[in-house]
C-alpha cells in the first residue's frame, strides 16, 4: 500500500504546475511521509525525494525551511534524532535544524543501478540548494564530503587487476565495477561544481586526503609492478571524465603545481609522485612503459594549460634553447622535410591526407596561443639560478627524446604509444612548443635535441643496418604494413623484421609530424586571411 502511496504522491509532484509546496496541507503530509517511509520501498521513496527537490528548486529554494527536521509549524521529528529526542515534536526553530530530504537521500547515494543513481542526482539538486542554512547545515553534520571520498575509494579497491594488453580496450558493459567507480567520480565533480566555496572545499579537501593522497597515490608508488600497471591504466581511462575543479585537484596530485623551470639534477622530493611517473616512459618493463606512455597520452589529450605549463612550457619560456636569429618562415618546405626523412617505402605519401584531415580537425578550433591559468607566463629570471642556467627542456621531454632515441630497441606496441604521445603533444596550440616539435630548421643550440634532429639519427642508423640484410629487407616490407595494421602484439621473427617494423612506423610518425605541421599552416593561412 506504502508504495502505492509513493508512487502517486511523486506523479502528483512531477505533474503539478501550480506552487502549491507552501501550503500547510501539502508540505506537512510529505514530511510525515518522508518520516515514515525510511529503509522500505527504495526505488519508488527515492523517486519521491528526487521529485521533491526538482519541485523545491522550480518554487522557491527558500521553502526549504519547511522540510527541515525541526520548524515551527511542524510535528515531525528529527530524522536522526528521533530515538535520543523523542520529546522533539514542537517548538521553535532550532539552530541546527537539517534538511530532510538530503539526510532521507543519504542512504542510497552509494547503491549501485538505477535507484543509486537516482538518489546521486538528487544530492546534486540539493547541494545546489546549499544557499539556504538548512541544507548547509545537513551537509556538514552528515559529513557528505568524508562519506563520498571513502566510498570513491572502496570501489577504486574493488575494480579487477589490468594488463598492459588492456590499455586500450574499450570500455564495454560488461566492466561495471570501472563504469560504477567512473560515474561515482563523475557524481563527486558534479557535488564539487555545484557546491558554494566551502562547502566545496571540504569535499575536495576530504577527497584529496582520503582518496588521492591515501589510495591512488601509494598504488602509483607501490613495489608491484602489476598493480602500478593497473592503477595506471585506470588512471587513464577515467581522467577524461572528469571536469572542473576535480580534475585540476587529480592533475595536481599527479604532476603537482610547481611554476619554475627544471634543472638537469633537481630532486624528487617535492615532485616525487611526477617525476616516477615520468621517468617510467622509458622503463626497462616494456609493460610498465607502454601503461605510462597510454597515462601521459590521456593527460596530453586533455589540452590542460596548467599541466602543459608544468610538463614542458615553463622551460621554453626563457627561449634559453634558441641561438640569436632572425625569425624565418617554415612554411611548406618543413613539411617537405619530414616526408623525405624515410623514403624507404614504395609510396611514402601513401595516407598523408588522412592524417592532414584528422590534424586539421583536432586543431582547427584551438586558439593560436593556448591561456594558461598561470598569468602572465613567468619570465626568464624565474629560472632558479637565473637565466643563464644551461637549457634542459625538462624531464618529460628528455625522457621521451630517451625513448625515440632508442625506437629500434624497442616493442612495436611500446613505439606506438611513443609516437603517439609525441604526435599529441605537437597539436598543442602553444607557439614555443610548435617550434620545439615541428620546425625542422629552428636555430636550437647545437647540443640540444629535437624531434627532427632525432628523425634524422634514426634515419642514418636505419641505413647502416639496413645494409646488412639487402633484399631480405625489400620482402619483408608489405608483410610488415600488413602486420602493422592488423596486429599490435606481434614478437619480430628476425632483427630484419623489427627494423623493417620500426622504419615503416618511423614513416608513419613522419607523415604525422609533418601533416601537424601543415595543419598549422594551414590554419594561421585562414585566420590571416
Given at each position: 500500500?506504502?508504495?502505492?502511496?509513493?508512487?502517486?504522491?511523486?506523479?502528483?509532484?512531477?505533474?503539478?504546475?501550480?506552487?502549491?509546496?507552501?501550503?500547510?496541507?501539502?508540505?506537512?503530509?510529505?514530511?510525515?511521509?518522508?518520516?515514515?517511509?525510511?529503509?522500505?520501498?527504495?526505488s519508488e521513496f527515492v523517486s519521491?525525494?528526487?521529485?521533491?527537490?526538482?519541485?523545491?528548486?522550480?518554487?522557491?529554494?527558500?521553502?526549504?525551511?519547511?522540510?527541515?527536521?525541526?520548524?515551527?509549524?511542524?510535528?515531525?521529528?528529527?530524522?536522526?534524532?528521533?530515538?535520543?529526542?523523542?520529546?522533539?515534536?514542537?517548538?521553535?526553530?532550532?539552530?541546527?535544524?537539517?534538511?530532510?530530504?538530503?539526510?532521507?537521500?543519504?542512504?542510497?547515494?552509494?547503491?549501485?543501478?538505477?535507484?543509486?543513481?537516482?538518489?546521486?542526482?538528487?544530492l546534486v539538486l540539493a547541494v545546489?540548494?546549499?544557499?539556504?542554512?538548512?541544507?548547509?547545515?545537513?551537509?556538514?553534520?552528515?559529513?557528505?564530503?568524508?562519506?563520498?571520498?571513502?566510498?570513491?575509494?572502496?570501489?577504486?579497491?574493488?575494480?579487477?587487476?589490468?594488463?598492459?594488453?588492456?590499455?586500450?580496450?574499450?570500455?564495454?558493459?560488461?566492466?561495471?565495477?570501472?563504469?560504477?567507480?567512473?560515474?561515482?567520480?563523475?557524481?563527486?565533480?558534479?557535488?564539487?561544481?555545484?557546491?558554494?566555496?566551502?562547502?566545496?572545499?571540504?569535499?575536495?579537501?576530504?577527497?584529496?586526503?582520503?582518496?588521492?593522497?591515501?589510495?591512488?597515490?601509494?598504488?602509483?608508488?607501490?613495489?608491484?609492478?602489476?598493480?602500478?600497471?593497473?592503477?595506471?591504466?585506470?588512471?587513464?581511462?577515467?581522467?577524461?571524465?572528469?571536469?572542473?575543479?576535480?580534475?585540476?585537484?587529480?592533475?595536481?596530485?599527479?604532476?603537482?603545481?610547481?611554476?619554475?623551470?627544471?634543472?638537469?639534477?633537481?630532486?624528487?622530493?617535492?615532485?616525487?609522485?611526477?617525476?616516477?611517473?615520468?621517468?617510467?616512459?622509458?622503463?626497462?618493463?616494456?609493460?610498465?612503459?607502454?601503461?605510462?606512455?597510454?597515462?601521459?597520452?590521456?593527460?596530453?589529450?586533455?589540452?590542460?594549460?596548467?599541466?602543459?605549463?608544468?610538463?614542458?612550457?615553463?622551460?621554453?619560456?626563457?627561449?634559453?634553447?634558441?641561438?640569436?636569429?632572425?625569425?624565418?618562415?617554415?612554411?611548406?618546405?618543413?613539411?617537405?622535410?619530414?616526408?623525405?626523412?624515410?623514403?624507404?617505402?614504395?609510396?611514402?605519401?601513401?595516407?598523408?591526407?588522412?592524417?592532414?584531415?584528422?590534424?586539421?580537425?583536432?586543431?582547427?578550433?584551438?586558439?593560436?596561443?593556448?591561456?594558461?591559468?598561470?598569468?602572465?607566463?613567468?619570465?626568464?629570471?624565474?629560472?632558479?639560478?637565473?637565466?643563464?642556467?644551461?637549457?634542459?627542456?625538462?624531464?618529460?621531454?628528455?625522457?621521451?627524446?630517451?625513448?625515440?632515441?632508442?625506437?629500434?630497441?624497442?616493442?612495436?606496441?611500446?613505439?606506438?604509444?611513443?609516437?603517439?604521445?609525441?604526435?599529441?603533444?605537437?597539436?598543442?596550440?602553444?607557439?614555443?612548443?610548435?617550434?620545439?616539435?615541428?620546425?625542422?630548421?629552428?636555430?636550437?643550440?647545437?647540443?640540444?635535441?629535437?624531434?627532427?634532429?632525432?628523425?634524422?639519427?634514426?634515419?642514418?642508423?636505419?641505413?647502416r643496418k639496413s645494409n646488412r640484410?639487402?633484399?631480405?629487407?625489400?620482402?619483408?616490407?608489405?608483410?610488415?604494413?600488413?602486420?602493422?595494421?592488423?596486429?599490435?602484439?606481434?614478437?619480430?621473427?628476425?632483427?630484419?623484421?623489427?627494423?623493417?617494423?620500426?622504419?615503416?612506423?618511423?614513416?608513419?610518425?613522419?607523415?604525422?609530424?609533418?601533416?601537424?605541421?601543415?595543419?598549422?599552416?594551414?590554419?594561421?593561412?585562414?585566420?590571416?586571411?
Amino acid at each position: 500500500m506504502r508504495r502505492t502511496v509513493l508512487v502517486v504522491v511523486s506523479t502528483l509532484l512531477r505533474n503539478l504546475s501550480a506552487p502549491l509546496l507552501h501550503h500547510m496541507n501539502i508540505h506537512k503530509p510529505l514530511c510525515r511521509l518522508i518520516t515514515s517511509s525510511q529503509g522500505e520501498n527504495h526505488s519508488e521513496f527515492v523517486s519521491l525525494l528526487y521529485t521533491l527537490l526538482l519541485k523545491l528548486q522550480k518554487e522557491d529554494p527558500a521553502l526549504v525551511t519547511l522540510f527541515s527536521s525541526i520548524d515551527p509549524y511542524s510535528e515531525v521529528e528529527p530524522i536522526h534524532n528521533q530515538r535520543n529526542l523523542p520529546h522533539a515534536k514542537t517548538g521553535p526553530p532550532h539552530e541546527h535544524s537539517e534538511f530532510m530530504v538530503l539526510c532521507a537521500l543519504l542512504p542510497f547515494i552509494n547503491l549501485d543501478g538505477p535507484d543509486g543513481l537516482t538518489a546521486r542526482r538528487g544530492l546534486v539538486l540539493a547541494v545546489e540548494l546549499s544557499s539556504q542554512p538548512e541544507v548547509r547545515e545537513s551537509i556538514k553534520t552528515a559529513q557528505l564530503n568524508l562519506r563520498v571520498a571513502e566510498e570513491a575509494g572502496i570501489r577504486f579497491r574493488k575494480l579487477p587487476p589490468l594488463d598492459a594488453s588492456q590499455a586500450n580496450r574499450p570500455i564495454t558493459k560488461h566492466d561495471t565495477l570501472y563504469i560504477s567507480f567512473r560515474e561515482y567520480l563523475i557524481f563527486i565533480g558534479q557535488l564539487v561544481s555545484a557546491a558554494p566555496t566551502d562547502i566545496q572545499s571540504l569535499i575536495t579537501e576530504a577527497f584529496h586526503v582520503r582518496f588521492l593522497a591515501n589510495i591512488l597515490a601509494p598504488a602509483l608508488l607501490q613495489s608491484a609492478e602489476a598493480g602500478v600497471i593497473s592503477a595506471t591504466i585506470y588512471i587513464a581511462r577515467f581522467l577524461p571524465a572528469l571536469k572542473g575543479h576535480l580534475l585540476d585537484l587529480v592533475l595536481v596530485t599527479l604532476f603537482g603545481d610547481c611554476m619554475e623551470c627544471e634543472r638537469l639534477n633537481d630532486q624528487d622530493d617535492e615532485n616525487l609522485l611526477r617525476n616516477t611517473l615520468i621517468r617510467r616512459l622509458d622503463a626497462t618493463s616494456e609493460n610498465l612503459a607502454i601503461a605510462t606512455m597510454t597515462l601521459f597520452e590521456a593527460v596530453v589529450s586533455l589540452g590542460n594549460d596548467s599541466v602543459m605549463y608544468n610538463l614542458v612550457i615553463r622551460n621554453l619560456q626563457s627561449k634559453g634553447h634558441l641561438q640569436p636569429y632572425i625569425p624565418q618562415q617554415e612554411g611548406i618546405d618543413g613539411v617537405s622535410r619530414f616526408l623525405s626523412l624515410f623514403p624507404a617505402c614504395q609510396a611514402p605519401c601513401e595516407g598523408y591526407e588522412g592524417y592532414l584531415r584528422d590534424a586539421y580537425a583536432a586543431m582547427r578550433l584551438a586558439p593560436t596561443q593556448q591561456p594558461t591559468t598561470i598569468s602572465p607566463f613567468p619570465s626568464p629570471l624565474m629560472r632558479r639560478g637565473g637565466p643563464s642556467d644551461a637549457f634542459y627542456e625538462g624531464l618529460f621531454l628528455h625522457t621521451l627524446f630517451n625513448r625515440l632515441e632508442q625506437l629500434f630497441d624497442h616493442s612495436l606496441i611500446s613505439n606506438i604509444r611513443l609516437t603517439a604521445v609525441l604526435t599529441k603533444l605537437a597539436r598543442y596550440s602553444h607557439p614555443l612548443l610548435r617550434d620545439f616539435l615541428l620546425v625542422p630548421n629552428l636555430p636550437l643550440l647545437p647540443s640540444l635535441r629535437s624531434p627532427y634532429r632525432i628523425l634524422l639519427q634514426l634515419a642514418e642508423a636505419a641505413k647502416r643496418k639496413s645494409n646488412r640484410f639487402g633484399k631480405e629487407l625489400r620482402n619483408l616490407l608489405d608483410h610488415t604494413h600488413q602486420q602493422l595494421a592488423t596486429t599490435l602484439f606481434t614478437v619480430p621473427a628476425s632483427e630484419a623484421q623489427g627494423l623493417l617494423e620500426g622504419l615503416v612506423l618511423l614513416e608513419e610518425f613522419c607523415k604525422e609530424l609533418a601533416a601537424t605541421l601543415h595543419a598549422y599552416i594551414l590554419i594561421t593561412t585562414t585566420r590571416l586571411a
